[in-house]
């Protein structure tokens, strides 16, 4: 099977054959599940070999095995929300059990503008917690405050300062946001006019 494909990615054989195109010094493989391994798909966990590629190449790609999990799983597990850093397009990209973990949440949150490393303190509560005033933020102006309307969402990264429990009254998540203003001095020095 190995001297085939490398025959196929050579061009040893004629570009006519069923399940084989020619691409531009490259061959695709047009590949079939197989029943017999159906209840491995989704369980195989690799190493990351780093850096971000459109196309990688089986022969110069090192994957080396992780794991393989006792149930199918297709996202990354998240991270601790210490260690919880996301932009834009990750927001809106985010996999399903990360926006029902932020939905979770509430909590204070920054969000630093990466075109100048402006601050921004903000709390999040209420049905959709972290993720929905998140969310907010990256659409648009709706619900935006007004410091950050006249900047580009694009540019945000977001983070959590402080995670509040999911029945935390509103009272002490908008005290513990004025102090985490405070303690940053982002009034003075950074986007939080109030």
Same mark, same amino acid.
């Given at each position: 099977m190995l001297?085939?494909? +490398? !025959? +196929?990615?050579? &061009?040893?054989? *004629?570009?006519? !054959?069923? &399940?084989?195109?020619?691409?531009v010094g490259r061959t695709r493989f047009d =590949?079939? +599940?197989? *029943? %017999?391994f159906s209840d491995l798909e989704k369980r195989l966990i690799c190493?990351?070999? &780093?850096g971000r590629a459109y196309?990688?190449? #089986?022969e110069t790609t090192p994957l080396q095995? %992780? !794991?393989?999990? %006792?149930? *199918?799983h297709v996202a990354p597990p998240m991270p601790d929300w210490t260690e919880l850093s996301l932009t834009r397009s990750d927001i809106t990209t985010l996999p399903r059990q990360w926006a029902a973990t932020l939905r979770h949440w509430r909590g204070i949150y920054l969000i630093v503008d990466e075109s100048d490393g402006q601050r921004y303190v903000g709390s999040a509560y &209420? *049905?959709?917690? =972290?993720l929905g005033r998140w969310q907010r933020h990256v659409a648009g102006d709706v619900g935006v405050p007004v410091e950050l309307r006249p900047r580009d969402p694009s540019r945000f990264r977001f983070s959590i =300062? !402080? =995670?509040?429990?999911?029945? #935390?009254l509103v009272e002490d998540v908008v005290a513990c946001e004025n102090s985490?203003?405070?303690r940053l001095d982002t009034r003075r020095n950074g986007l939080n006019e109030n």
């Open positions: 001297c085939e494909m +490398r !025959e +196929r990615i050579d &061009g040893h054989l *004629a570009p006519a !054959e069923q &399940g084989v195109d020619r691409l =590949l079939n +599940r197989l *029943a %017999r190493r990351d070999p &780093g196309m990688r190449l #089986a095995v %992780r !794991e393989l999990r %006792r149930h *199918a &209420g *049905a959709e917690n =972290l =300062l !402080e =995670l509040m429990a999911p029945t #935390a985490w203003k405070l």
